[in-house]
């Protein structure tokens, strides 16, 4: 119970502003009388009322250690640095002079700074000898990819040799920026720039901590944008400065978006403040294989191929000259047969007893094979092309990784995406909780008086998900394997196996929606619709793609579609999951994790227009309670005691 009494200052619940700051004139029994610093009184119970720290008035602190009260209001801690959106350009913050002060400086002796936690991380990694890694986290908008570019600006900087060599490996790095955004972002409703995939940004030290190569994997890459978009969002940024390219475009036969059906599903090409074409030359300085924007040319002609019903029944053949033209184009910029394109899109072999069957497709399934095979041809693209220019150093001993990833999501509808973003969330909340254990029984030893309240075991919710041979993943791969199964069948299912599991539950409104109570406490409970999760699961590789496409003639192409020769295959279609593949990745990424030595930064949103200047608290309270710094909070007076 807190100790309150007349004239102490407290922060007071506030339905609107989430808490204002006040001071208590009388307590009557349950009831306290106080009056908010605004001018307002307030009659409340004491369950509405946190005591404050006075000192911390004028100005703030910065360093939640300082403050004596260390409660929801004031927020929480850890060691993690809250990073708010400034929405405006801040170069005074982040410039080679800033980069000097913070270079060696103790952590916690200038004002927090995403270059303090670079700094914090590469002494720990030159003096331990350990790897580190540096998890940036935090909802659409929140900050994630420019704080990153900020953490790699640093690590580059300290880590960078002297000048003078030709184009050195953190030139590399950081011209790898542009390259990536290129590819994997696009305009959202609340993003210009927003990331469609997840990323971790290895950076390799020498012995004696100079960079040495860098490396980056990719984690669930949006890829239905590549074919499907819905105004005002965008299709991924390289196809609009591609178009915008001059030369280059008119070589490869591209002239405005709104001619591609790739692009004009949505009438938004520009972007406000940012130009295509100067875009364009950004990107291109950091990758010189042509055969990239060759591919990319070839995407978008191949969606502007359109079909038509042919001769024979359910068969399909280019609808007009136009389809034929762009048919054409495609199959000349893959440096691929235009026959063997058709026949690949038009066409199915099945593999049967008595040999190969050539099935003939309608227009719809040509159509969605076309879209699968731009899909597949993207999504090899990026990863591929964005690791070799960065020029991996697979002999160091010593990383910092930068791990920018979609944080805790929860919409008023939630589907298969939102389900593998939170279940990664859960993923990393486990870690999250094992460090600050380990850090507990540290601080014990020391008998330092710190206890992690709440500790939150999230081992269930991450057994129903992915626990195999019953988990929701398990049950999801079950269902996309049997041709039967729909969506309710997957759902009955589920309920079955689950009947009373304490994290599962079925909702009220419908047969088929399932909720998960997630560790962000009540926040945490996630509806997920499951109507299209079968679809969206399901990753069929069309043998006839690869094998299309490993016969081309553009080496860096058909270096994309390693030939597989799987004869055991009796359909042309294999069937690969998403979300199983998705598991095993994280897995990786936990195993890499669990090696280093972690440090958190969580990226705020002030405002949900993008506004700087803009701060509203109830919005910002509701993105610390979801984040990786939920549950934990230090005892009162405990960090008097780590002071
Ligand atoms: N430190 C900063 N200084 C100035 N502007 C910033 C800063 N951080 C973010 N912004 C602005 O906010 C926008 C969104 O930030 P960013 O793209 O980094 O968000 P994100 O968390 O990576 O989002 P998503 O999950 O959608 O990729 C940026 O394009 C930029 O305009």
Known sequence: MMNFSKGSKVWIEDRISAWETGEILEISGKLVHAVTTSGKKVSVTRE??????????????????????????ETYTGSILVAVNPFAK???????????????????????????????????????????????????GAGKTETTKLVMQYLTYVGGRAAGDDRTVEQQILESNPLLEAFGNARTVRNDNSSRFGKFVEIHFDASGRISGAAVRSYL??????????????????FYQLCASGKVAEKHKLDHPSNFRYLNQSKTYELDGRSNAKEYMKTKAAMDIEAIFRTLAAILHLGNIEFSPGKENDSSTTKDKKSIFHLQMAAELFMCDEKL???????????????????????????????????????RLLVQ????????????????????????????????EQFCINFANEKL????????????????????NWSYIEFIDNQDVLDLIEKKPVGIIALLDEACMFPKSTHATFATKLFQSFKDHPRLAKTKFSQTDFTVSHYAGKAGHVTYQTDIFLDKNRDY????????????????????????????SKSSYKFSSVASRFKQQLQALMESLKATEPHYIRC????????????ESPNVLQQLRCGVINKVRMSRGAKRAEK
Request: aromatic share 8%; with cysteine.
């Open 48 to 73: 509405k009322l946190l005591l404050r720290d006075a000192d911390a008035d004028h100005a703030g602190v910065d360093d939640l250690t300082k403050l004596t009260y260390l409660n929801e209001a």
């Open 90 to 140: 801040l170069p005074h913050l982040y410039n080679v002079h800033m980069m000097e002060q913070y270079k060696g400086a103790p952590l916690g002796e200038l004002s927090p700074h995403v270059f303090a936690i670079g700094d914090a991380s590469y002494r720990a990694m030159k003096n331990e000898r350990r790897s580190q890694s540096i998890l940036v986290s935090g909802e659409s």
């Open 221 to 238: 890459l949006e890829r239905s944008r590549v074919v499907q978009i819905t105004d005002p969002e965008r299709n991924f940024h390289c």
């Open 341 to 379: 394109l058709l026949a690949t899109l038009c066409t199915r072999s099945i593999k049967t007893r008595e040999g190969n069957i050539v099935k003939e497709l309608d227009r719809e399934a040509a159509a969605a094979g076309r879209d699968a095979l731009a899909k597949t041809v993207y999504a």
């Open 385 to 416: 092309k964005v690791n070799k220019s960065l020029g991996q150093d697979t002999n160091s001993k010593m990383q910092i990784g930068v791990l920018d990833i979609y944080g805790f999501e929860c919409f008023q509808k939630n589907s298969f």
């Open 429 to 448: 909340q486990q870690h999250f909780n094992e460090h600050v254990f380990k850090m507990e029984q540290e601080y014990s030893k020391e008998k330092i």
């Open 541 to 568: 590789v069309v043998v006839e793609h690869c094998n299309l496409l490993s016969a081309s003639k553009c080496s860096f192409l058909a270096g994309l579609f390693p030939s597989e020769s799987d004869a055991s």
């Open 604 to 615: 705020v949103k002030p405002n949900s227009s993008n506004k700087p200047h803009k701060f």
